[in-house]
């Protein structure tokens, strides 16, 4: 597998359940991203957690970092239909080469 | 909250043309950084660029392409003559400092080389 892999690739819920998102990555890191891009746009920064931390939180985003199993989680609370997108993964084990997983495409029904 | 803006959002150009992507990334950034995403496939890092140098290239960017900062405000992607291959979103980002806070990415431009 390659470095910031994410699971599930695909994931469909409701509106008001939570959205949970998995990155494996294989290398030591400085920190991990997370990006929403919506179809066709621009990567939004969702949130940034450093190697040394390992929860983060961001109004109803819910990141966790694990670096005794290289892998990080993204939780998305109450989700809504705006929230359907794609969420990467970022690894930086070097400083401003970052690498991007594959993505999950999260679909969220009104 | 400031934004890093690419110009054009689309350019179609006819394959061993000349390109130049625009960014203007954010004022008080130092770091500035190109990545490409070809359909359906992993965002890819290009090159970054600190002090007017390049400071990490990839594989991906040989001797095809070049980067550039004319000014104080622009940051330039320029592919000598393109390959069908070359189409793909592509992606300017900056930082203030290099990996402490993340990167900010702008809009993308879709080049489509035909």
């Known amino acids: 597998s390659q470095q910031g892999e994410e699971d599930p690739q695909a994931l469909s819920i409701q509106e008001g359940e939570n959205a949970t998102m998995n990155c494996s990555y294989k290398?030591?890191?400085?920190?991990l991203q997370w990006y929403r891009q919506n179809s066709g746009r621009g990567l939004v920064h969702l949130i940034l957690i450093r190697s040394n931390e390992r929860e983060k939180h961001s109004g109803r985003l819910r990141v966790t970092l694990d670096t005794s199993k290289k892998s990080s989680s993204l939780l998305i609370t109450a989700s809504r239909a705006a929230d359907t997108a794609s969420y990467f993964c970022?690894?930086?084990?070097?400083?401003?080469?970052?690498?991007f997983g594959d993505g999950t495409t999260l679909t969220v029904k009104p | 909250e400031p934004e890093v803006t690419q110009t054009p959002s689309h350019q179609v150009t006819q394959m061993g043309q000349e390109v130049i992507l625009r960014c203007v990334p954010i004022?008080?950034?130092?770091?500035f950084y190109w990545y490409r995403q070809i359909l359906g496939q992993k965002v890819e890092f290009l090159v970054s660029f600190y002090n007017n140098e390049i400071s990490e290239k990839s594989e991906i960017f040989d001797d095809q392409f070049s980067v550039e900062r004319p000014d104080g405000s622009n940051f330039t992607l320029k592919i000598r003559s393109t390959k069908l291959e070359d189409s793909a979103m592509y992606f300017c980002?900056?930082?203030?400092?290099?990996?402490?806070?993340?990167?900010?990415f702008g809009s993308g431009t879709r080049l489509t080389v035909v």
């Open positions: 290398t030591s890191i400085n920190n």
């Open positions: 004022s008080n950034h130092l770091y």
């Open positions: 970022a690894t930086d084990a070097q400083a401003g080469k970052s690498t």
């Open positions: 980002a900056s930082s203030r400092r290099q990996g402490a806070y993340g990167y900010t």
